[in-house]
């Protein structure tokens, strides 16, 4: 069956930099768009970024828009959040998922599978 792996969450200072991992199994990662959300305590969860099925056309969320860069390797079967400068704000669970189509989608129903999550904790 499908399923999504997450990993690079930590704990970290402002301005420090983490790179999120999101290995997928069980499906052909290049027919389809990938992306990240992020959720916290009693807020919705919400799109960070997210990329088609051939890396070219991204789309970015305006809070993170100049820090985070995506990319996916699917020869690997590998999609990544780059994250530079981060600030506390963007403490969260962070999750990848695999969308039902190729072309970008900034909505949840949209992706079928969802990884498990990984924890990205930014504070002195």
């Known amino acids: 069956q499908v399923q999504l792996v997450e990993s690079g969450g930590g704990f970290v200072q402002p301005g420090d930099s983490l790179r999120l991992s999101c290995v997928l199994s069980?499906?052909?990662?290049?027919?389809?768009?990938m992306g990240w959300f992020r959720q916290t305590p009693g807020k919705e969860r919400e799109v960070v970024s997210a990329i088609n099925w051939s890396g070219e056309n991204t789309y970015y969320a305006n809070s993170i828009k100049g820090r985070f860069t995506i990319s996916r390797d699917n020869a690997k079967n590998t999609v990544y959040l780059q994250m530079n400068s981060l600030k506390p704000e963007d403490t969260a669970v962070y999750y990848c998922a695999a969308s039902s189509k190729a072309a970008i989608s900034i909505v949840h129903h949209d992706y079928s599978y969802w990884g498990q999550g990984t924890q990205v904790t930014v504070s002195s």
């Open positions: 069980g499906r052909t990662l290049s027919a389809y768009a």
